[in-house]
C-alpha cells in the first residue's frame, strides 16, 4: 500500500538542523505513526511523502516555510505584564525561553509591551531554519473513519492470547 489520503503512515526519521546534527531520532523516540495529509509532523513532510510505501526510504531538505516556519510568521499571544518578573526589562525583541507540555521548549519573543500587557511571538527553537530528515517508512495501512475524521492515530490494542 502508498501513502495518500486516507492512509495511516509509521515512519522512522533523523531530524536534523541545518547544520546535520540531529536534533530528534526516532531511535530515541520512537517511530512516529499519522494520518497523511493532517500536518501531523512538519507541513513539508506530506508531499515528499506522497506514494512511498513500507520499506522505503529516502532524506528531504525543508526550507524554513515547509519546516518551523518563519520567526517573523509565528502565531502571537497577549500576556498580563504579571507574568513576568518585575524587574524584567521589556522591549520589542528580548527573548525568554518558555517551557511547554511535555517538556518542549519555545522561545518568546517580545512584540509589543503596555503597562499592562504584553504580546509575543511564539517562536519554535528550530524557525527560520532550513531542516533535513531522513525517513524509512515502517508500514502504511488503511485509516479508520475516525482517524480520518480526527487526525489522530487510534492505536489498536494487542489480540488477547490464544489458548
Known amino acids: 500500500m502508498k501513502i495518500e489520503s486516507g492512509t495511516v503512515a509509521t515512519i522512522s526519521f533523523d531530524l536534523c538542523d541545518e547544520r546535520g546534527e540531529i536534533i530528534e531520532a526516532s531511535d530515541i523516540t520512537g517511530a512516529v505513526s499519522f494520518v497523511y495529509g493532517k500536518g501531523a509532523i512538519i507541513p513539508g513532510l506530506d508531499k515528499k511523502l506522497l506514494g512511498m510505501e513500507a520499506g522505503q526510504e529516502a532524506d ?15 502565531p502571537t499571544k497577549v500576556i498580563s505584564r504579571t507574568e513576568f518578573p518585575a524587574e524584567a526589562q521589556l522591549s520589542k525583541g528580548v527573548e525568554f525561553e518558555a517551557g511547554m507540555p511535555g517538556g518542549q521548549k519555545i522561545k518568546l519573543v517580545v512584540d ?41 492515530v487510534v492505536t489498536r490494542p494487542p489480540p488477547p492470547p490464544q489458548k
Open 112 to 152: 509589543n509591551v503596555t503597562d499592562a500587557e504584553v504580546t509575543v511571538r511564539m517562536v519554535h527553537p528550530l524557525a527560520g531554519q532550513k531542516v533535513s530528515m531522513s525517513v524509512k517508512v515502517l508500514s502504511v495501512r488503511a485509516a479508520t473513519p475516525t482517524e480520518v475524521e480526527t487526525g489522530k
Open 60 to 74: 528531504f531538505h525543508f526550507p524554513p516555510e515547509e519546516a518551523f516556519g518563519k520567526v517573523e510568521a509565528a
